[in-house]
């Protein structure tokens, strides 16, 4: 799902033949902060003083159910905002949908919802057959222009659970997909694992991570860093750090990256 708002002019602005772009990563929790409130607005004025130029969101509910009011937070979050929307459902049950979306300052050229392993939560009751890992939908792509500078962004959200299989083939599948383009790319999301996880080295060989030196769960008392800003080759990372709010269950990650020409 696209969605175009009044987006403000590009931010970005020529630094010695490289194009800075502020990215941010933000589980947001289907709008529900530590407090266990939901509060959209408190999260877009953490968003907007953040002053991002594209932010991958996770765990956004588009009119899912009462936790979050049946709002669409993806266009109402771009709507505060005033950034471009594209929205990658994981789950769609009538209406209700649920997945990750990007925002961006800069306009949306094409976008695509990829398929990768999912072992599903959203399972019938007992005595129902546990559910087993299969392809859906979720990981989100768009394309962007940045003055001129093209762009590629993922955004992702990676199983939850300690077996790590599930994890093992989406990393495989996710990096088979980026390989697909050409050009620069920035892979954000909840990978719901540790840098140092045996099944998140096969993508270090293709991306780098912007490594923010901070915790980012739980946002309360952070204790682990599962969040990521990552980058290929043609991305230069100027700097990174965690943002401290308590708006979501998550603090959000911000990369300052550089595009080169």
Known sequence: MLVASAAPPARARDFGGEIPVRVVSYNIHAGIGSDGVFDLDRQAAVLRALHADVIGLQEVDVRWGARSRWLDTAVELG????????????????????????????????????????LSTQTAPDPAPAPLPAPAPGFGEVVLRVRGAPLRVYVTHLDHRGDPSVRTAQVAEMRQIMRRACGPKVLVGDFNAPPSAPELGPLWRDVRDADPGGSTHPARNPVKRIDYVTVSAGVRVHGAHVDGTLASDHRPVVADLRLRR
């Open 79 to 118: 709507r505060r905002l005033a950034m471009h929307v594209s929205f990658a459902p994981i789950y769609r049950i009538g209406s209700r949908e649920f997945g990750v979306a990007v925002l961006s300052g800069h306009p949306v050229l094409a976008a695509e919802n990829h398929r990768i392993t999912r």
